[in-house]
Nanobody, 123 residues
């Protein structure tokens, strides 16, 4: 069982920055690929960024060049640095673990989910 707790969300003006954190319980954190998703009101949950257990990083086109994912295995934490934020980045942001043996970054490939943290970007 893995528990994920996101933090760092809040209200920021367009062009600003936020850093999200996701703290994971359990001793096998370093073996998990981790991802960030987001869900805006009335929209489906979408992939934002992922980081494999070996450190490879992946981004949705909409955030490439603005967001950076990283992980600290010693602290069981994954981060999402978000710069140059836009109003369309407003959403609840969730972190998730990818199921062992699964490829891709779809929601169906994820196993454990956090409860999310709200990011609001004002124009």
């Amino acid at each position: 069982q893995v528990q994920l707790v996101e933090s760092g969300g809040g209200l920021v003006q367009a062009g600003g920055s936020l850093r999200l954190s996701c703290a994971a319980s359990g001793r096998a954190f370093s073996s998990y690929s981790m991802a960030w998703f987001r869900q805006a009101p009335g929209k489906e949950r979408e992939f934002v960024s992922g980081i494999s257990w070996s450190g490879g990083t992946y981004y949705a086109d909409s955030v490439k060049g603005r967001f950076t994912i990283s992980r600290d295995n010693a602290e069981n934490t994954v981060f999402l640095q978000m710069n140059s934020l836009k109003p369309e980045d407003t959403a609840v942001y969730y972190c998730a673990t990818r199921r062992s043996g699964r490829g891709g970054w779809g929601t169906d490939a994820m196993g454990y989910w956090g409860k999310g943290t709200l990011v609001t970007v004002s124009s």
